[in-house]
């Protein structure tokens, strides 16, 4: 395997503070790391974007920001859901980690599914011209037959990304589904991997596999471990 450099690993990264105890503090801190180390973006919850946004301003730092959508079970109406990534565009964010309705995957009702994304996806459109949509399908309750329904689902609806998980559920991101999606996608749309990506073995096995962007709360952690047992700068 060909190593890249530090800075291009960095790049790779979406860096994310989601939990519902995080404090304006934890936020800035984490969005600084963000800025200093060239993370591809930083992601939060929409109730902290605020936050973020401003402390990116103060810093005059560019930073693609995410605001997570309906996190972390997907069960808000798809309407809320627009207008939650709507607003959170309006805000400062231009990317967006929505969750799937899993209910309706898990009903099979693969329509509904693709036009909640769609919904969604106009409504970024109309705030946020070239705004990122990441789609987090949770892997770890699909099936497989599931999974290439999801991938299917979000290319027709025009995302961005599939993303495998939301850290959140019973699993993370897992090297197999990196494959599948990029089997069945062919190009069509982008891969992220998220859930349980802690170290730099984790982090480079995803990249091999196909994924474009990899969510981590422990970007710092990787990245010190790709210098010390990978001798990367």
């Known amino acids: 395997m060909k190593y890249l450099t530090l800075k291009e690993y960095a790049a790779y990264i979406d860096h994310s503070t989601l939990l519902p105890t995080d404090t304006r503090k934890t936020v800035e801190e984490n969005c600084d790391e963000s800025i200093r180390n060239g993370y591809a973006c930083f992601c939060v919850t929409p109730a902290t974007l605020g936050w973020a946004v401003d402390y990116a301003r103060e810093k005059k730092a560019k ?14 109406m798809a309407a809320v859901k627009a207008f939650e990534a709507s607003e959170s565009c309006r805000e400062g ?3 967006i980690d929505m969750v ?5 995957a898990k009903q099979g009702e693969w329509k509904a599914v693709r036009d909640e994304i769609q919904l969604v996806r106009l409504a970024m459109s109309d705030t946020c011209p070239g705004s990122i949509l990441k789609v987090i399908v949770e892997t770890c ?10 991938c299917t689902a979000c290319i027709d609806a025009g ?16 090297v197999e589904d990196i494959g599948l999606f990029k089997r069945i996608s062919e ?17 480079l096995a995803m990249i091999e596999a196909g994924a474009s962007r990899i969510g981590t709360k422990f970007s710092g952690r990787i990245l010190a471990e790709l210098t010390e047992k990978y001798r990367i700068i």
């Open 141 to 150: 309750l699909l099936t497989a037959g599931e999974k290439e329904r999801a």
């Open 93 to 95: 964010a231009n990317e």
């Open 187 to 203: 190009g069509r749309i982008k891969i992220k991997a998220s859930g349980g990506i802690k170290t730099a073995e984790g982090f």
């Open 100 to 104: 799937m309705n899993i209910n309706l």
């Open 63 to 76: 930073i693609n920001i995410s605001a997570a959508v309906a996190f972390p079970h997907g069960t808000s």
């Open 159 to 174: 995302a961005d990304y599939i993303k495998t998980s939301t850290g959140f559920s019973t699993g993370g991101a897992a």
